[in-house]
């Protein structure tokens, strides 16, 4: 609620606060159904192209410098910076040039689907935009925009990480976090992968979340763009694959 928000700032927690809500937004028990998705992985461990942890840790590095680095974290930002600016023509923007990013049936319908269920739960926690809970971080002059008409899981993440408060860098940095993390799950359930093995392509990746952030905050609007085509092709396969465990 505001007054706690007013009274943990007045007390020096508002930092505080900010990262617990970072850590609520990017953990495996929020309720949105990330744990049904794997972009594509399990598709790549059908077909052969990731079969044991050295695999897997080239895959997953691919994914983040040609992917998110080029695509999610940099759109991120900007979303972000447009929600703080009560931009609504820019969120709308960027929004739509994610969705014609997403390649395959499989991944626009991850997208959509996760936004739709992290948009009912900020309703239920009334977070939505111009909420009484956060009508505070409104002044008299500007209202903030609606979110987009079916807008995807970035751009109301972007939303949720705004009203939390936290800086740009921690958002993305927790964004990234949260895909890693699901992808190890992903395999951990799929491949005969044991969870030391997870932890130790955490401890080799957590340095290149750090250099994907930083990379991304640099890049110009003419720099942006997913080049994966091998994700692609998983992800188109998997629409079609016999047995799955997953829904992408």
């Known amino acids: 609620m505001p007054t706690e928000r007013a009274a943990a700032a007045g007390q020096g927690g508002g930092d505080d606060l900010a990262l617990l809500g970072l850590l609520q937004l990017v953990s495996p028990a929020l309720p949105i159904g990330a744990f049904a998705f794997s972009q594509g992985l399990e598709s790549a461990f059908e077909l052969g192209w990731v079969s044991d942890e050295a695999s897997l840790g080239e895959w997953l590095e691919g994914v983040l410098e040609d992917g998110l680095t080029r ?5 991120l930002a900007r979303l972000q910076a447009a929600w703080a600016a009560g ?7 960027w929004d739509r040039w994610l969705a014609a990013n997403r390649e395959t049936a499989e991944l626009a319908a991850e997208d ?3 936004g739709a269920s992290l948009t009912r739960l900020l309703g239920s926690l009334d977070l939505l935009p111009n909420s009484p809970t956060n009508s505070a971080m409104n002044s008299p002059m500007r209202v903030s925009p609606a979110l987009p008409q079916g807008a995807g899981y970035v751009t109301v993440f972007a939303w949720a990480a705004q009203a939390r408060g936290l800086p740009v860098r921690q958002a993305l940095l927790g964004f990234a976090w949260a895909w890693l993390e699901n992808q190890l799950a992903v395999a951990c359930k799929a491949l005969p992968l044991g969870h030391t093995s997870a932890q130790r392509l955490v401890e080799r990746l957590r340095p290149a979340l750090v250099a994907a952030v930083s990379e991304a905050l640099t890049l110009a609007d003419d720099e942006l763009g997913p080049v994966l085509p091998g994700l692609a092709l998983a992800s188109a396969q998997h629409e079609t694959q016999y047995s799955r465990l997953f829904r992408s």
């Open 112 to 114: 959509s689907r996760l």
């Open 71 to 75: 695509c999610e974290l940099p759109v």
């Open 87 to 93: 931009d609504g023509e820019a969120v709308a923007e």
